[in-house]
């Protein structure tokens, strides 16, 4: 009984230092994020994704899907200068923890289990370019899918950075019903091998 309040008080302390963190790495890379219109083109591209996915007509289908080209071009285009502005954040705000549990300033008490998001975000960046340039002839419809699961691992990469591995998992569970193994092997096979060269541990 001695020991449960030292506990509870210690385990709001770490929570408390833990959200301050967190708060941190959300406005710095909201910072980066706000000059540019990646949210909006996703929101609009994965939308006319599913409508075409929902159309019984191939024709159709085709038709919305050859519609989107401008739209992903502009998008991998954002995305490569976002991608390249984040490059001017230290090394040292830039690490993401490997670690499975948010623990508190992880990524500067473990620098040896990180991963650097500078790197990430430029892997996420060839991902998505190759994929809007259609680089590996894919049909409109793999095509579509593909480039969906670019921007969901990115987004993964995103909330992995501001949280952690686990709540970057966990959300992509249920928002979009996709296990993170899942979403790994439904990127394109480049973005994968580079993907996994930079999180999986040596």
């Known amino acids: 009984?001695?020991?449960?309040?030292?506990?509870?008080?210690?385990?709001?302390?770490?929570?408390?230092?833990?959200?301050?963190?967190?708060?941190?790495?959300?406005?710095?890379?909201?910072?980066?994020?706000?000059?540019?219109r990646i949210e909006k083109l996703m929101e609009q591209l994965t939308h006319n994704y599913m409508r075409a996915l929902d159309e019984k007509d191939a024709v159709r289908r085709g038709q919305i899907l050859e519609l989107q080209e401008g739209t992903e071009?502009?998008?991998?285009?954002?995305?490569?200068?976002?991608?390249?502005?984040?490059?001017?954040?230290?090394?040292?705000?830039?690490?993401?923890?490997?670690?499975?549990?948010?623990?508190?300033?992880?990524?500067?008490?473990?620098?040896?289990?990180?991963?650097?998001?500078?790197?990430?975000?430029?892997?996420?960046?060839?991902?998505?370019?190759?994929?809007?340039?259609?680089?590996r002839g894919l049909s409109p419809k793999?095509?579509?899918?593909?480039?969906?699961?670019?921007?969901?691992?990115?987004?993964?990469?995103c909330h992995w950075f501001c949280k952690s591995k686990t709540v970057a998992s966990a959300r992509m569970l249920a928002r979009h019903k996709t296990s993170y193994d899942q979403l790994v092997q439904s990127v394109s096979p480049d973005t994968r091998r580079a993907y996994l060269r930079l999180v999986q541990p040596d």
Request: hydrophobic share 50%.
């Open 1 to 36: 009984m001695d020991l449960l309040l030292p506990a509870f008080l210690a385990f709001i302390a770490l929570y408390i230092v833990r959200s301050r963190e967190q708060g941190q790495r959300i406005r710095l890379l909201a910072s980066h994020l706000g000059r540019y």
């Open 73 to 135: 071009r502009e998008l991998a285009g954002q995305f490569a200068k976002f991608a390249q502005d984040f490059r001017t954040v230290p090394t040292a705000d830039a690490r993401v923890s490997r670690l499975s549990w948010p623990l508190p300033y992880a990524s500067k008490l473990f620098p040896t289990a990180t991963v650097d998001m500078r790197e990430l975000l430029a892997v996420h960046a060839r991902g998505i370019h190759e994929t809007a340039a259609n680089a």
């Open 142 to 157: 793999d095509k579509a899918f593909c480039m969906t699961a670019e921007l969901f691992l990115m987004q993964h990469s």
